[in-house]
């Protein structure tokens, strides 16, 4: 049977009130060639942290970009250097790898992570903030996917094999999602490429840790192209399922 997993709240639900808990957040901001998109997502992520938490910092890794995404990341941090860090890959490694090197490095409680293309509204902050009492993990599951019908296949089985193989539902598991650091530093992990966070999400659900999602209506990416459904990442990724579930269903050990 599926895990049972709590839903978020509606969307007719009210945001953040004055009320509300303000968390310690991580932003980090995964760069690749960006050059023409990563001070404005920078800016839209700066001003959200400051009407969500009252201690934040944002990290910013630049992929070994070939453009000026490194030097516009150095000026950004120069500018605001009590809030912001940059980190640079010297080789290329793609989204999966940088952004669980920004989730290794981010110090606060809570970890939000945001590509630098534009796609993902920086604001579904603020609902996902109410949640994060009750819930260890929130996806952002988008609302539609401008999506090609192979983009499309492959998506629906990244979701849909891990419901039926381990009984946890992932919503998104290749969309921007907030989530608890001790999860990324406690949660062992024997994926090496674009399943890796898919995976910590099915051993998390697995051990008991509440999972849930808001609905984003996503931003056409204004620069670059997806490269997470390249056929060697969806092949590196179903060889991952495979030894997961192996390790998890087959020989039965923790999660």
Not at 91 to 110: K, S, Y
Not at 124 to 135: C, K, N, S
Request: with cysteine; glycine share 6%; charged share 25%.
């Amino acid at each position: 049977p599926v895990t049972q997993l709590r839903y978020a709240f509606p969307r007719s639900q009210p945001f953040l009130t004055p009320l509300m808990p303000r968390p310690s957040i991580s932003l980090v901001i995964a760069a690749y060639n960006e050059a023409a998109t990563l001070e404005p997502v920078f800016r839209r992520c700066r001003a959200v942290l400051e009407e969500c938490s009252d201690d934040f910092e944002v990290l910013i890794l630049n992929d070994a970009s070939t453009d000026e995404t490194g030097e516009i990341a150095a000026r950004l941090a120069a500018e605001d250097s009590d809030v912001v860090r940059v980190l640079t890959h010297e080789h290329n490694q793609g989204i999966a790898v940088t952004f669980e090197a920004l989730g290794r490095a981010a110090t606060r409680e809570w970890v939000f992570d945001i590509p630098a293309d534009g796609e993902y509204p920086p604001e579904a902050l603020h609902r996902i903030v109410p949640l994060l009492d009750e819930f260890d993990i929130v996806v952002c599951s988008r609302t539609f996917k401008r999506y090609t019908l192979y983009r499309r296949i492959v998506s629906r089985l990244y979701r849909l094999l891990p419901r039926w193989l381990f009984g946890v539902e992932l919503f998104d598991p290749g969309s921007t999602k907030c989530r608890r650091r001790s999860l990324v530093e406690e949660i062992p992990l024997i994926s090496r490429g674009v399943f890796i966070e898919a995976e910590r999400m099915i051993r998390a659900a697995r051990r008991g840790h509440a999972v849930t999602k808001v609905d984003v209506e996503p931003e056409r990416r204004l620069t670059g192209n997806p490269r997470g459904a390249s056929p060697g990442n969806v092949i590196g990724a179903g060889i991952d399922l495979l030894r997961l579930w192996c390790h998890l269903v087959l020989l039965r050990r923790a999660p």
